[in-house]
């Protein structure tokens, strides 16, 4: 092994489960997260040397965005065919499965710039001023989109009590 794998090994194993975590709830899908996420920590492993004596997370966390951030802005491409897919069967087993589809689709109801202050300010618990800077945009604009997110996803609870009452 080459000098500093053990401890780019050590950083993986500590912090891709939630990473990985993150990257699903910014792309929505498992496939795409762990795709995402690997792309995080490879490119961190090709700045290692650089980065492993300061934040490696915030490094990782910020490829991470980027990334996901950049897979929004391609285009998406969709091949027609002559048979409709068959709508995904989404299984109640319990509650905690049920929350978590619930934050899913309201997440993915976000758009991609709400849903990426939301999850670098709320998941990641980053200052306002750090998700500004990791995003490239003013403070404002982070405050003002993460008022917008969360009235947003405020209103999606509030169906979700009222479809649980009925």
Not at 42 to 69: D, F, G
Not at 90 to 117: K, M
């Amino acid at each position: 092994m080459v000098r500093g794998d053990d401890e780019f090994a050590d950083f993986v194993r500590s912090c891709s489960a939630r990473l990985t975590h993150a990257a699903y709830l910014l792309t929505g899908d498992r496939h795409q997260a762990e795709d995402a996420a690997q792309t995080a920590f490879t490119r961190t492993y090709a700045a290692w040397p650089r980065v492993r004596r300061k934040n490696p997370y915030a490094y990782a966390r910020r490829v991470l965005a980027n990334h996901v951030i950049d897979m929004w802005r391609r285009p998406i491409r969709e091949y027609a065919t002559e048979e409709m897919p068959e709508p995904p069967k989404v299984p109640d087993i319990s509650h905690a499965v049920t929350d978590r589809e619930w934050l899913s689709d309201a997440l993915a109801r976000l758009t991609a710039r709400e849903r990426a202050v939301v999850v670098l300010r709320h998941f990641f618990d980053l200052p306002e001023h750090q998700v500004a800077e990791e995003l490239g945009v003013s403070v404002g604009t982070v405050k003002s989109t993460n008022s917008r997110a969360l009235a947003k996803l405020r209103v999606d609870g509030d169906a979700l009590v009222g479809e649980v009452s009925a």
